[in-house]
């Protein structure tokens, strides 16, 4: 493959405010640092993948202005291919003003702008590049009718996608699981699509067979600091991954680090255990909420113990 991953989603750029504790409705508070990043689902995973060491692509879309501009200078300075990343004049770039409380916890505020006209046509002109991948990763943040039509293409072609249904829906038509190798949410977002409570891991474990019976290759559940829950259609018993404890200074984009991971693994590590693949991007994961922003927090692979790279499942485990 040409690309070891294509991502198909949103650019953002994140206005962070810190504050020790988020504002209730009308109401005004003060914030103690403040800092502008580069965030948007897609992008964050997309540049994950890439500082892991992934041959990366991004097709997305900008507005013509200052942000825009300086998202496309971000993605070439991590190596990712902008080819099909377009600028539009019809709206602005994406933002997304975000408050990070004392527990490093976030409340979010999303205008798509750009985002929202990435349109089919723009997959059909990235066809090539979506073709020639060895994994293709989507989420919710653009039109969905987009992610479905980018999804059945992969598909068509013998990529293996990843779908992280972020941010939350309440439901999500069948083919979106059918279409994914990998079905990827959270605890929030698993709770809205299957209406169970998603707290504990055995609540996961429900959850992840009830995303399996919807037609998903392989569930993954992600609980944060309790790690994640994973099942696949061969061996429907849900298993729990954990993860080294972390003190979270902001937690903000690490579900992100973990899909960027994983498409990383599964493109590059194919030999490794879907097991060890998730835990592995677990740690990576970790590793970003130990820092503050969202990409600014993203490793890249020398900061990181190479036993994450290594080619074989480590032996004490
Ligand atoms: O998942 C975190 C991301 O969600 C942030 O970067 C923000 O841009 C929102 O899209
Ligand atoms: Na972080």
């Known amino acids: 493959a040409k690309f070891d991953v ?11 405010s810190f504050v020790p504790r988020l504002p209730k409705a009308g109401e005004t508070i003060h914030g ?4 502008m990043g580069f965030g948007g689902k897609g992008a964050n995973q997309c540049v994950m993948a890439a500082r892991l060491g992934a041959n990366t692509a991004m097709v997305a879309k900008v507005g013509d202005d200052s942000f825009g501009q300086r998202y496309i200078e971000n993605f ?3 190596g990712v291919n902008t080819d099909h990343v377009g600028i539009t004049k019809e709206a602005a770039t994406g933002v ?20 929202d006209i990435l349109s089919e046509d723009d997959i059909k002109s990235a066809k090539s590049v979506i073709k020639s991948s060895s994994v293709c990763v989507c989420q919710l943040e653009i039109n969905p009718e987009v992610t479905h039509y980018t999804l059945s293409l992969a598909k068509k072609n013998g990529v293996q996608t990843i779908f992280n249904p972020a941010p939350a829906l309440s439901w999500l038509d069948c083919f979106y699981y059918r279409l994914s190798d990998v079905f990827c949410a959270n605890e929030s977002e698993a709770e809205l699509l299957t209406g169970l409570s998603v707290k504990t891991i055995e609540d996961a474990e429900k959850a992840v067979i009830m995303i399996l019976e919807r037609g998903a290759g392989r569930a993954v559940i992600t609980l944060g600091g ?5 099942g696949t259609q061969e061996n429907r018993m849900p298993i729990h991954i954990p993860v080294t404890p972390a003190e979270p ?13 994983l498409a990383y693994y599964m493109a590059k590590f194919k030999d490794l255990p879907f097991e060890e693949i998730v835990r592995r991007s677990g740690e990576i994961a970790r590793a970003t909420v130990l820092a503050t922003g969202t990409q600014l927090s993203y490793p890249t692979r020398k900061e990181l113990s190479p036993t994450l790279f290594s080619k074989n499942v480590p032996r004490n485990r």
């Open 32 to 35: 103690n640092k403040f800092l």
């Open 249 to 261: 200074v902001d937690t903000t984009g690490a579900g992100d680090a973990f899909i960027g991971a």
């Open 6 to 16: 294509v991502v198909v989603g949103s650019c953002m750029t994140d206005l962070v």
């Open 96 to 115: 997304a003003p975000i408050s990070v409380n004392a527990n490093g916890e976030n409340s979010i505020v999303i205008v798509s702008g750009a985002n």
């Open 76 to 78: 070439k300075q991590n």
């Open 226 to 230: 309790k790690g994640s829950v994973i």
